[in-house]
């Protein structure tokens, strides 16, 4: 799957401020070192650094676009090309930092001990994911596959978002191996100027990316078409003409 970095930060504010909201839950004091694991283009990196100026501080990420762009805002730092689930470094870190990516990858209750496992003493897991697939949004994404001349070519695409489990779950997963886990849900309403098309950039970014790669030009436009005039049932215009988007986020601060 393909990500840009350019369509990722068409709304850096909007997407950052989560990672703002996770960082500032973690209680990790005296932290010599934090990764960022899927740091995309930089944004989340960047808070790391001006949170924890004495540590050192990296990131990883699958995708070459996102990595070379967070090089060029950060160029002290470290930054990786590597897959979150076949990551064999292993520490110990004083922050394991993911904003937004682990919703892409399977078997968490697997996944989540193993990253808790490199944390020093006293460290913490910090993760964010988007909670949506059961909104508007996402549920149009696979309505829209599923209905048109490509729906052969898009029959995984749904697939390779990770069902997300219940707060229970999660709590689950992690408390045997931290003394402490804290877990929360908020849901974020974003006013996107443009009506549905805010919308559909916005999601041009993400969401949209396993329905999008694997068409061609003409396919994807008129994909887009039809996503959008759902879209725009789904989230009426305000009287401004924006759009306020509710946006579910699961978070997870799991202290070894």
């Not at 283009?41 to 960047?46: R, V």
């Not at 697997?110 to 020093?120: D, E, I, M, R, Y």
């Not at 829209?144 to 997300?164: D, F, N, S």
Request: charged share 20%; aromatic share 8%.
């Amino acid at each position: 799957m393909s990500w840009s970095a350019k369509q990722y930060v068409a709304f850096e504010d909007e997407r950052t401020r989560p990672a703002r909201d996770l960082l500032a839950s973690i209680p990790a004091a005296n932290v010599r070192s934090a990764i960022d694991i899927g740091c995309g283009p930089g944004n989340s990196t960047e808070l790391l650094v001006e949170r924890f100026a004495d540590a050192t501080v990296r990131g990883l990420d699958s995708s070459t676009d996102m990595i070379e762009a967070a090089r060029k805002r950060l160029p002290q730092v470290r930054f990786d090309i590597a897959d979150i689930d076949s990551w064999s470094d292993t520490g110990p870190f004083d922050v394991i930092f993911s904003n937004a990516v682990l919703q892409w990858l399977p078997d968490h209750a697997t996944l989540l001990p193993s990253l808790v496992n490199k944390l020093a003493p006293g460290g913490s897991l910090a993760i964010q994911m988007p909670d949506n697939l059961n909104e508007p949004s996402h549920r149009l994404m696979r309505e829209v596959a599923a209905q048109g001349p490509w729906a052969e070519k898009l029959a995984g695409a749904a697939g390779l978002r990770t069902e997300m489990a219940d707060a229970a779950a999660y709590y689950s997963m992690l408390k045997p191996h931290c003394a402490r886990v804290d877990v929360w849900r908020t849901t974020y309403h974003h006013p996107l100027a443009g009506g549905a098309s805010g919308v559909v950039e916005w999601f041009k970014g993400s969401g949209l990316r396993p329905f999008l790669d694997p068409l061609d030009e003409a396919e994807r436009s008129e994909y887009l078409a039809q996503y959008q005039a759902a879209i725009e049932q789904a989230y009426p215009a305000l009287a401004d003409g924006s759009v306020l988007l509710p946006f579910p986020r699961l978070f997870l601060v799991a202290t070894r």
